[in-house]
Each structure stands twice: as C-alpha cells, then as structure tokens.
C-alpha cells in the first residue's frame, strides 16, 4: 500500500478537480485578489522582538498518526485563546479526510483573528493554511478564504522548479509561504527555489517517525552553507544557495511538548542560530490552558542568547556588492520610504534631543512603522542579486535581517551618551533594529551587552579647524589627506576605541570630528577615508568599518573606494531643507554607494 503522504495527496489531487470543475482558476483567482488583505509571514517574523520566540499555533481536529485528537473544540474560541497568548500565526489544517479540517475552517480562523485585533489593537495574528498543497489552485483558494500564508511540502513537491513555481503564485498575492522539510536533501531543493521561512518537520510524513535531531540538523547544515568567506571561484549557483542559506529563518515543526522542550531545542542548534519559532498542533489542543501555554511558549527562549542571534544574523553573509547606504537624520515617514524605494539598506532617525535632527519616540515609532509596511514587490529580491561578493567585511552584513524582512532597511536609533537602559527603552518605543552610540559611552558598561538590539558605535576622528574651510571645499571631490603623524595618532586612539566596543558592538562607523567643538559628527566635513582602511587592517577586520562625515552623491563612490568601507552615512549630503530629503539625492546617493569597488584591483 502508498504511504500515508502519497494516499492523502493522491486524494487531495482528485479533491482539487472536483473544486475546479465547481469554480474555474479564474474565478478563484479574481476572489483571491479581492480578499481581504494579506500580513506578510517575513514581515511579521521579523517584527517580533528577538528576546520572544515565534509561536505558530494549529488548530487540528485529528491527524493520521494520532486519531481524533480534539473534535469538539470551537475553532473561534480557540483560536482567540492563540492570539490571546501572543501566537504571531494560526495554522489551521484544511484537510477534510485524515484532519477533520476545511476551508470554512480557514475562514472562521481569519474572521476570529481580525475581532481579537479590532478589539483589542494588537496585531492580528496570521492564518495559514495547512494542508497538502499538490496545485496552484490551492494557494488561490486559500489567499481567496483570507490566508495570509500557505504550507507548501518538498516531499511531495519534490523539485526545485516545482516549489519555485508555487512560491512565485503565493508571493503574486502577497503571501510569503512557510516550506517544509524533512531531510538535507529537501533543505537544499527548498533554498534552490529560494525559500525564506523553513518549517522543518521531525516527523517524516510517509513514515510518521519522529527525529527528535532533525531540526539541529537543518540548522547546522544552513549555518554550513551560509558560512565562511565567498570563494572567489563560486559559481553563480553556489553564491545563490549560500545567500538563500544565509537569509532563512527556521521554524521546528512537529512532536513539541512544551517550554522545556524549546529549550532543549534551542540548546541543540546552538545560541547562535536561524531557529527563531515553532509550530505546535497536538499539545497546544489537548492543553487545559492554551492562552497560558502559548504565552510559556513565547518565553522561554533566553533573553542573553536571543540578543546574540540579532547581531549574528546581521554578521552574516551579504548578497549585495559595494557599498551599504544609511539615509541618517530622517524626520519624516514619506523620507523614510524614499530611501526604502531608493534601495538604502539603513535609515537612521536621530533619537537623542537637542540637535536639529532630532525626533521624538513617537514620531520615531511612525517612520519605522512606515519602513515595516514597506515591501519590497518585486519577488527578485536581493537574494537574485549575487554577483561579486569576495572575502570583503562587507559579507559580514545585515543580510539575514533585510532578507527577513523583505529587504526593507534596517531602522537605526542614533544617540549620544544616554545610558543602556535609556537607549533601551526609547529604542523599544520607537521600534528600531539598531542603537547607534554617538557620544562617550562607557564600553565596559554590563547593561550594553543586555541591549535587544545590535549596536554600531561611532568612533570619532579628530579634524584640525585650521583644515576645515579647505576640507569642506575638497569634500565634493576627495577628503584632505591627513598628515602622516595625525594620521597615525587617529588609526592608534580608533584602535583602542575599537577593542574596547568589540565585545559587544556589531560594527563600527569614524565619523569627523572638529577638534574643539563639543561634539562629532554633522560637521559636513570628510576625514581622510584612508584610515578607515588602515583601522580595518590593523583591527585585523574584527568589525566591519563604516564612514560618515561630508559624503555627497557626488564623492560617495570614491569614498567608499578609498575607504573600503561597508556602509556610508549620510545626512546633510542628501537634504532639500533642513529635516527633509531631497529624494533625486538619496537614490543618487544609493546608486553611487552600490557601484563602489570596495576591494583595490
Ligand atoms: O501536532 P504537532 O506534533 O505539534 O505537529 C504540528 C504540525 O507540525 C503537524 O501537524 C504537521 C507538520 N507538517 C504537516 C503537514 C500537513 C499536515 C500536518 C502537518
């Protein structure tokens, strides 16, 4: 006799006829796109404080391994008791035969979930679809019911073009679908078709064996893939299958018991990894107390370690050449999704008081809000993008993140000598992905380490005013040179400063500063971009090194080559007025920054 995978798709195929023959493609299609609107899982996953796990939550009457397991829930109330506990997706299995599931199911999910949020202004938890998706057909039907996300199964699907073909329909209707898989060998077809969310199930759907190991499996193997310097030979391919390994978010499927289960879980992939949720069925609808059960779920995932996977992600590798732009100083929404369009990989708001860029954590909170309703259209992404990435710092990059989110930058809060905590709560208030330290904090401080977000700290170099009126008028063509003896002096005190932020920053950026004044940065004045190449080296590359300080579109690219740095900041460089950008300047900014050869010849 088929195995139980192969019965129940043989079946769902003959289901999908006798669908179609009732409501054609166009017809389901036309409802699909009239739909309700549709979260997006990447988006969603990534806006999910790090230090919480990723709940998916099922509803599943019966399954085929288990029999009947709870057929007399009411999916409205449970899934209420779901989104009440804080589970960010509703899996909800459509199934009629082995899963006692349907679509009426589906949409009875979509309509409980959008009451928890009206009445509660919480974000709406997303609703999957899970089922045995074996036609398009299907991904229609669900985005037409109110799906946000689909199941779609490489055991069945078996093929890179078949699984591409499926994702490429979801993600027409705005649906970033979770792909499942239950060997190496699934993984690699899923990252081939240029999957983002990865279930792994620990059972194998024909033999309903549980691996306990599967998923510390899928996730060393992604870390395997991902990792390491590009090889200069590298085929397109591998450059892609290593940048899709490197962008994958990881969910463990299946057989889990609870808290203390995750735990383990988490221990066996490691602080470091691309685990970040869990899908639970049967445990979840047999437990007394679902709401509590999913809140414990969410928990317990350790704070110290959960920090760690935010910065890790963004150290790994990049799919992008040249250099990274950050559009600093923004105080405006509509310039925030200028630069998202224009393609900057960073937005930076100005979050400490008293400067004229400054913004308050509301109107912070709006503009990174507007970066997270951003999406990138285009299903290409910059994951097709890979072209020359060599063994550069920038590989050490915010790739992970960006891919996550759909390549929408990464929102950073600049401040200036606030303390941890102060940084921490306005970074949580305005929702930014990075703290950048502007001022003299103290490295050595404990909380710094505790901080949920990355930090990018700022390092100054002292400019000589006697220099300054000449190096503003050099700075649209190229930075003064630094005489020999300040040039050592500045690369021997960013040394220091660069050891002593190691521990616990994620990249560093030399701003100028005029000697005198009382603070760096926004002087409109370039340092010699040399010595941010000379920092590089001498730090033996620890960090990856970005510049700011009098960039324009005009001397960004040289900048960028002189200084061989990942990521350029600008403000001044690109505005219309004081507070507004000027947008022609920012993409002319971004272009330029993308086109710099990082590397000498
Ligand atoms: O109930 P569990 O053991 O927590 O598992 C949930 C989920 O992973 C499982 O239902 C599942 C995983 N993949 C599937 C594919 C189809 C149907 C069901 C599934």
Known sequence: MADILTRICKQRELDVAEARAAASDEAVLAAARAAAPCLNLADRIAAVPCEELVVAAEFKRASPSKGDIACDLEIGAQVREYAEGGASVISVLTEPTWFKGSLEDLAAAREAADLFAAETGKPRPLVLRKDFVVDRY???????????????????????????????????????????????????????????????????????????????????????????????????????????????????????????????????????????????????????????????????????????????????ASSEPGARSKICGVCTADDAVAAARAGASFVGMILCPGTPRSVGAEEAAAITASLRAFRETESSSLLGQARDRKAHMAARSFALV????????????????????????????????????????????????????????????????????????????????????????????????????????????????????????????????????????????ELPVGIAGGLTPSNVRAAAEASGAFLVDVSGGVEASLRRKDGALVAEFCVEAGRARLQPE
Not at 270 to 291: K, N
Not at 444 to 456: F, K, M, R, T
Not at 497 to 525: C, E, F, M, N, Y
């Open 138 to 316: 299907q991904v229609l039907e669900a985005r037409a019911r109110g799906a946000d996300t689909v199941l779609l199964i490489v055991a069945w699907l078996e093929t890179a073009d078949r699984v591409r073909a499926l994702l490429e329909v979801a993600r027409s209707l705005g649906m970033e679908p979770f792909v499942e898989v239950a060997s190496l060998a699934e993984l690699r077809v899923a990252l081939e078709a240029g999957s983002r969310v990865i279930g792994v199930n620990n059972r194998d759907l024909r033999t309903f064996k549980v691996d306990p190991d599967m998923t510390g499996r899928v996730v060393g193997e992604l870390q395997r893939l991902s990792g390491g310097a590009a090889a200069a030979e590298a085929t397109d391919a591998e450059d892609r299958l290593r940048g899709a390994a490197a962008a994958a978010v990881v969910f463990a499927f299946s057989g889990i018991k609870g808290p203390s289960h995750v735990r383990e879980l988490r221990q066996s992939c490691g602080e470091v990894s691309p685990l970040r949720g869990v899908l639970v069925g049967e445990h979840l609808m047999r437990a007394g107390d679902a709401r509590a059960e999913v809140a414990a779920l969410r928990g317990a995932w350790p704070h110290k370690a959960a920090a760690s996977v935010a910065s890790a992600a963004e150290l790994l």
């Open 402 to 541: 960006r891919a996550a989110a759909r390549a929408r930058p990464l929102a950073v809060g600049v401040f200036r000598g606030q303390g941890p905590s102060e940084v921490a709560s306005l970074a949580a208030a305005a929702g930014v992905d990075v703290a950048q330290l502007h001022g003299s904090e103290d490295p050595s401080d404990a909380g710094w380490a505790e901080l949920a977000v990355p930090i990018v700290k700022v390092i100054h170099v002292e400019v000589s005013p006697a220099t300054e009126a000449a190096q503003a008028a050099a700075a649209t063509r190229a930075a003064a040179a630094a005489p020999e003896a300040e040039a050592e002096a500045a690369v021997t005190s960013a040394l220091a400063q660069a050891r002593a932020w190691a521990p616990v920053a994620s990249a560093l950026i030399l701003d100028t500063k005029i000697k005198g004044a009382a603070h760096g940065g926004g002087s409109g004045v370039s340092f010699d971009w040399r010595l941010a190449r000379l920092l590089t080296e001498a730090s033996g590359g």
